[in-house]
């Protein structure tokens, strides 16, 4: 897959122009109230499938989000990591992993298309395999501050005199 997806998302938008849909410029819908329904892209990554079974369904509206990833959430992990109380090796190969993603500042991380029908949101949520494993990274540092947090106040003051 291509480590930028900004090419793609050019490419998108005019296929959909060309198809005659709307395009409604949003942020991701993945996270929306209504029941999703997710393509699956690593089976079928090609996004005019997803356009087709759109126009099957008689879909003129199109939901069209993309995410360009920014070095602030590198600086805003880090900072989450300097929380955490980790062995050595295990702190130095999480930021090995996050200053590597810095080479990626400014690229659209991914795309997302989206359509209602019947009640139903139907996602095509496309990343490229780096912002993938990003994604992983942040939210491992993310459970280990949890677990910093909840080790703090889980039942302190409570003991048994058995």
Same mark, same amino acid.
């Given at each position: %897959?291509?480590?930028? $997806?900004?090419?793609?998302?050019?490419?998108?938008?005019?296929?959909?122009?060309?198809?005659? %849909?709307?395009?409604?410029? #949003?942020?991701?819908?993945?996270?929306? #109230? *209504?029941?999703?329904?997710?393509?699956?892209?690593?089976?079928?990554?090609?996004?005019? +499938?997803?356009?087709?079974?759109?126009?099957?369904?008689?879909?003129?509206? @199109? @939901?069209?989000?993309?995410?360009?990833?920014?070095?602030?959430?590198?600086?805003? *992990? %880090?900072?989450? $990591?300097?929380?955490?109380?980790?062995?050595?090796?295990?702190?130095?190969?999480?930021?090995?992993?996050?200053?590597?993603?810095?080479?990626?500042?400014?690229?659209?991380?991914?795309? +997302? $298309? #989206?359509?209602?029908?019947?009640? #139903? @949101?139907? @996602?095509?949520?496309?990343?490229?395999?780096?912002?993938?494993?990003?994604?992983?990274?942040?939210?491992?540092?993310?459970?280990?501050?949890?677990?910093?947090?909840? +080790?703090?106040?889980?039942?302190?003051?409570?003991?048994?005199?058995?």
């Amino acid at each position: %897959m291509k480590q930028n $997806l900004d090419g793609l998302k050019a490419e998108i938008e005019q296929h959909l122009e060309q198809a005659g %849909m709307t395009v409604f410029y #949003s942020h991701a819908r993945s996270l929306d #109230s *209504a029941p999703a329904v997710f393509w699956d892209c690593q089976q079928h990554p090609d996004y005019r +499938e997803f356009l087709q079974a759109a126009k099957a369904a008689d879909v003129k509206l @199109v @939901v069209f989000h993309q995410h360009e990833f920014t070095a602030e959430q590198i600086d805003d *992990a %880090m900072d989450q $990591l300097h929380e955490c109380d980790l062995p050595r090796e295990d702190y130095r190969d999480f930021e090995r992993r996050l200053k590597e993603a810095r080479a990626y500042d400014g690229f659209v991380c991914e795309i +997302e $298309l #989206s359509f209602t029908h019947q009640g #139903s @949101v139907f @996602v095509f949520d496309l990343r490229t395999d780096w912002y993938r494993e990003l994604t992983e990274v942040l939210g491992e540092i993310e459970v280990l501050t949890g677990m910093d947090d909840d +080790e703090d106040s889980s039942i302190g003051g409570y003991f048994s005199k058995n």
